[in-house]
T-cell receptor
Framework: DVKVTQSSRYLVKRTGEKVFLECVQDMDHENMFWYRQDPGLGLRLIYFSYDVKMKEKGDIPEGYSVSREKKERFSLILESASTNQTSMYLC???????????????FGAGSRLTVL | GQNIDQPTEMTATEGAIVQINCTYQTSGFNGLFWYQQHAGEAPTFLSYNVLDGLEEKGRFSSFLSRSKGYSYLLLKELQMKDSASYLCAAVDSNYQLIWGAGTKLIIKP
């Protein structure tokens, strides 16, 4: 029944390391998203993708990049991790057409990243 | 600017009723979502309202007033498993989601 899988639930990295967060969905969804979730703040959109090899910046893209080489996989990359990137990272997907933000998001269980 | 407000934390008793409020200010409006998130788990969809009124789904109901920029989630016959965070998110004119910080609901026996 698992639909959105984030391969790493917990990671501890050092400042300056390159970090890859992987997300795979098995629902043939067009749209995939990366959010970060911090206490006292709403979910903040980092990047999203409406199609393979396509990416769009969200509200807080600085310090992050993404890759979508296959429809089912959307990777978040921290080129040089910093302590202020310590957070919970949530991947999500939706079916449907571009911009159709009224679609229901299916989330992964999250990847909790600690940067020391 | 765009903004969503919901209480940070609420406490209720098992078997009781609780109402979680959410107020929003967005550029345009294309509906409002409620998600439930248990600690350490993925948020899961509860409801989506785009028209005014109350929608009931079992023990959970969601209400929307577009003119007041206001929604609430009503949980009846509370169970211990309802202890979770409840996330409110409004859809703006560009079909982007604006998220509240979430309401942590604590259920006591």
């Amino acid at each position: 029944d698992v639909k959105v899988t984030q391969s790493s639930r917990y990671l501890v990295k050092r400042t300056g390391e390159k970090v890859f967060l992987e997300c795979v969905q098995d629902m043939d969804h067009e749209n995939m998203f990366w959010y970060r979730q911090d206490p006292g703040l709403g979910l903040r959109l980092i990047y999203f993708s409406y199609d393979v090899k396509m990416k769009e910046k969200g509200d807080i893209p600085e310090g992050y990049s993404v890759s979508r080489e296959k429809k089912e996989r959307f990777s978040l990359i921290l080129e040089s991790a910093s302590t202020n990137q310590t957070s919970m990272y949530l991947c999500a997907s939706t079916p449907g057409t571009e911009g159709s933000g009224a679609n229901v998001l299916t989330f992964g269980a999250g990847s909790r990243l600690t940067v020391l | 600017g765009q903004n969503i407000d919901q209480p940070t934390e609420m406490t209720a008793t098992e078997g009781a009723i609780v109402q979680i409020n959410c107020t929003y200010q967005t550029s345009g409006f294309n509906g409002l979502f409620w998600y439930q998130q248990h600690a350490g788990e993925a948020p899961t969809f509860l409801s989506y309202n785009v028209l005014d009124g109350l929608e009931e789904k079992g023990r959970f109901s969601s209400f929307l007033s577009r003119s007041k920029g206001y929604s609430y989630l009503l949980l009846k016959e509370l169970q211990m498993k309802d202890s979770a965070s409840y996330l409110c998110a409004a859809v703006d004119s560009n079909y982007q989601l604006i998220w509240g910080a979430g309401t942590k609901l604590i259920i006591k026996p």
